[in-house]
């Protein structure tokens, strides 16, 4: 007994169905009041944003940062002129000089 092949049109028939089975399983019709998923488009301008808004928070940390900075070298240096000031005020030899600057800069204040 020998077994005939399927004829064309059953083949077809059988392989239209199930593409068209996959075809209806893989696009699912939201139901009322579901969220749409965003399009890529709208994700990435999304991400964009994010990305824009943490720069500007990095830079704006960065910019205080360096005014931090350069208030306290300009503090420093006022204080370091205002020990100088009272060094030659005093007229003290170099060595003298120097360690009364060194004590009036490690106390913070002008003795």
């Known amino acids: 007994m020998t077994i005939s092949p399927p004829s064309k049109s059953l083949t077809l028939a059988l392989v239209a169905s199930l593409f068209g089975t996959h075809l209806v399983l893989a696009q699912p019709t939201p139901p009322s009041g579901a969220v ?6 709208q994700s990435a301008r999304e991400k964009r944003k994010a990305l824009e808004e943490d720069s500007a928070q990095k830079q704006g940390r960065r910019d205080e940062w360096e005014k931090r900075t350069l208030e306290a070298v300009e503090a420093r ?31 913070g204040s002008p003795l």
Request: glycine share 0%; hydrophobic share 35%.
């Open 77 to 107: 240096d006022r204080l370091r002129a205002d020990c100088r000031r009272q060094a030659k005020e005093q007229n003290l030899h170099l060595m003298k000089r120097l360690r009364f600057i060194r004590k009036c800069m490690a106390s």
């Open 36 to 41: 749409v998923p965003k399009t890529a488009h």
